[in-house]
């Protein structure tokens, strides 16, 4: 599933592996990703969270990028994004 074999699931990576799946598997997949993206415990992205994690995948953001980056999904507006933002981000 790893396309580039770095030991990270890329979004190209993980849109294919839940295009091929089940809806319930779907649900599955996109939780495990979103707990990634989340801080350990936490219900949603924060900026800061995400700037790690695109860190992680090789990707230099400041936090104000993710602040902006959020801010396209972020439904209401409080900042960061919960579990259906990003579904609803993940979808698009």
Do not use: H
């Amino acid at each position: 599933m790893d396309s580039d074999g770095d030991g990270l699931l890329c979004l190209v990576d993980f849109v294919k592996i839940v295009e091929g799946a089940g809806e319930e598997e779907k649900q599955r997949d996109l939780k495990a990703a979103f707990e990634l993206y989340a801080p350990e415990g936490s219900a949603c992205i924060t900026p800061t969270s995400l700037k790690k994690m695109l860190r992680r995948l090789g990707q230099r953001k400041t936090v104000d990028d993710c602040k902006n980056m959020i801010a396209c999904f972020d439904l209401n507006g409080d900042g960061v994004l919960n579990f259906d933002e990003f579904e609803v981000m993940m979808s698009s």
